[in-house]
């Protein structure tokens, strides 16, 4: 067998323990009085309602409009989609057909009510995107009782609406970099919406030959974002918002075009502030416990599997630690993620199958060592025979985590889009708090992995390497121990004998 080279334990550990550390404590700049987070820490965690608190809203449709079951609905999961798309995922979100009301729920991680004023705000815009011919000085949206608008503009005509927001596929923020200008960049679709004769790229492709060297404004509700001199015939379907816009501000613009346009104007009709079921003492309880349990495993581990036990801390620090990152904002990729007490318990699950894993690889190991094969030939064989139950075991936790993520998330997902055929023999799904369940168990399998599978098994090969750390001992064979002590014991009375057999 091809040993691993000596420097990768050090290499894998580095890189372990420097997650470690900026995942649990962030990497921050100190600016005066202002303090800008570089790196995302625990600290930056958005808590759940269970444990730090929320706010309880209640919206309804506008005194003059009169919604159908339908639209309640669509408004339902629309809602779904913004407050997931924000990072939140415990919430309680009711839609009570009969009075035309949305019940939701949602954390908030401070108590500045400008900050709960803004989200609320965010969440009930009907957030119209309208390309409209020209460039109007302001225009009006009035909606109908039939669920349709007019949009007219400062003098009372009609403006004409080239395209909306449901004929956009897909928004994204992006970066044009020869000009280095911020900008968000517009998927249009290629099929008819319901009720259309017409793809969002072919309504553009003619719109773009008819106001060709004119203006054709962009408007987010009754806000101009930009109003760009269209300089060519755009029939590719993909075009770009541009503007004075910043990283922040582009993305949250393409957030609220993916989130898509409520059928109705939603106003807020109520809300008040949610105390938390747990508290944040008893949080600070099972941050004492964890740290202990974590220790205890490691001093198990250590004690009975030697050298692949402390390698096996190493790589739960680093699951968890991983597990943290994923859910602070810690990858640029992925949001932040609100962290609650049945996620917490997925944290707890999944650390448990990463120290099952590293349990398994290290008998293994001890068996073929215990069958009297060499070092090497034992991590090899050890490590080949212990993936098969590795993989069972975290492969039917990983569908058990898609099947929670696809019940009890947002409609648009991945996990609801490939259970849509069986989604009918669920009930209606009010909760984001499985789906933190499910999140946090997904990752910790994956990182179990990663760091149970891929890393510890590198870095006991790169150990066993080293000659002072070759001894059968240090991965648990103590047959070789008993044979040097029974050496020892035989050399004594043969000592002890040739003496007594001198005198």
Known sequence: ???????????????????????FFGVYEQNGDLQNTIIRGAKDIRWGTDIQ???SVTFGPEENINATDDQIE??????????????????ELYADKDSDRLLVSFPWKNNDSQDVAGTIQSLSQSAELLFIGGAPSGITITYNEDGTKTVTDTSGAEC?????????KKAQSGLVSDKNEIVVNLELTDTPAEGEEKSGAEKFAEATEKYLNQQISIWMDETCLSAPTVNSVIADGSAQISGNFTAESAKTLADNINGGALPFKLVTIDYSSVD??????????????GIIAFSLICVFMIAYYRLPGAVACICLLGQVAGTIAAVSGYFAVFNSFT?????????????????????????RIREELRKGKTLDGAIKAGSSNSFSAIFDSNITNIIVSAILMGVFGPPDTLWSTLLTPFLWMFGPATTGAIYSFGYTLLVGVVLNFIMGVGASRLMISSLSGFKILRSRILYGDYSEKKKLALEEAAAKAFVERKEANEQ
Do not use: C, H
């Open 339 to 363: 962290l609650t007490l049945p996620g917490i318990a997925g944290i707890i699950l999944s650390v448990g199958m990463g120290v099952d894993a590293n349990i398994i690889t290290a008998e």
């Open 276 to 289: 938390p079921t747990l508290g944040t003492d008893a949080l600070q309880a099972m941050l004492i416990a």
């Open 1 to 23: 067998m091809k040993r691993v080279g000596k420097p990768w334990f050090f290499v894998v550990a580095a890189l372990i323990f420097a997650l470690a550390y900026t995942s």
């Open 160 to 168: 004409d609406v080239v395209i909306e927001g449901k004929d956009v």
């Open 53 to 55: 608190g929320g706010v």
């Open 74 to 91: 669509s408004a339902k999961s629309i809602l779904e989609i913004r407050l997931v798309s924000s990072g939140v995922t415990d919430y």
